[in-house]
């Protein structure tokens, strides 16, 4: 399917779900404030078949143990409305904070998915972290890698996957029914727009694929992966619409050129730190949320690589 059959599909899609409410999924979004992180279970209320999208394990970088309070609210909520997993679906491989799929699956059951082009920021990190030939890079760490404009089903909802490049090369947006569901390309309008500093994230290619989603009905339900509560705003939020972002954005609104986009973009991501927790969260996002092997004592171990980023 070309990119413009794909956002068609897309766009097709949603028109039908806002024209039929039982074509509308049930959403409820799960916030971790230690990472600013919105995950959701996503849910069709005819055959309660649901997706969790976006998970968090808790993790204490101060002394590297890891909790499972996150993953186990959503558990809670899946066991208490009686839902069947069918999907387990990560954005991207987060660098801000580490995947609970594994446990959530184990739980729940559930295929575990991603972009297909995770292969790619395999290959980087895999290198960066010097994690040897026993570290597969193809992607077999997921049971499912999705591909531009693939349909899917939860339940009896109709979903499409959307590629999204331009903060990691791996960006997926993930649409079922009338919602979007939009990783880390866009946050609120009062906040602006995902970084596009890290290996093989690109300004310019971070444009052209929010463009993509704004192109979308307006009525679209976009709902983000992470809020950090713009100066001003008292209350965290992460669910708006296309129309809203491209009247509102602070950094790609309807008149914002693509040249504009990237110098503000280039010039704003030179003056952010790396996230606190990017060192173990790609570690073990790359590999579908799993910790690294443990070595001969039973320990698993994160390497921090010195000044090589």
Known sequence: MSTDQALASASAQIRRAREDETKRPTIAGFFD????????????????EAAIIDSVLDYAPNSGRTSFGSADLIIEYVETNDLKMTWLIETHAHADHISAAPYLQEKLGGKLSIGK???????????????G????????????????????KVGELEGIALH??????????????DAAFVGDTIFMPDFGTARADFPGGDARQLFRSIRRLLSLPDDTRLFLCHDYKAPGRDVYAWETTVKQQREENVHVKDGVTEEEFVEMRTSR??????PTLIMPSVQVNIRGGRLPEPEDNGVSYIKIPVNAV
């Open 269 to 274: 991501d030179k003056t952010l730190d790396m």
């Open 164 to 177: 999204v490049p331009g903060h990691t090369p791996a960006d997926m947006a993930f649409i079922i029914g």
């Open 117 to 131: 082009d995770i292969v790619r920021v395999q290959d980087v990190f895999g290198k960066l972290f010097n994690a």
């Open 33 to 48: 404030e230690a990472t600013y992180t919105i995950s959701y279970v996503v849910h069709d209320p005819a055959t309660k």
């Open 133 to 152: 030939t026993d570290f597969e890079r193809d992607g077999s760490q997921f049971d499912h890698l999705f591909t531009d404009g693939e349909t899917f």
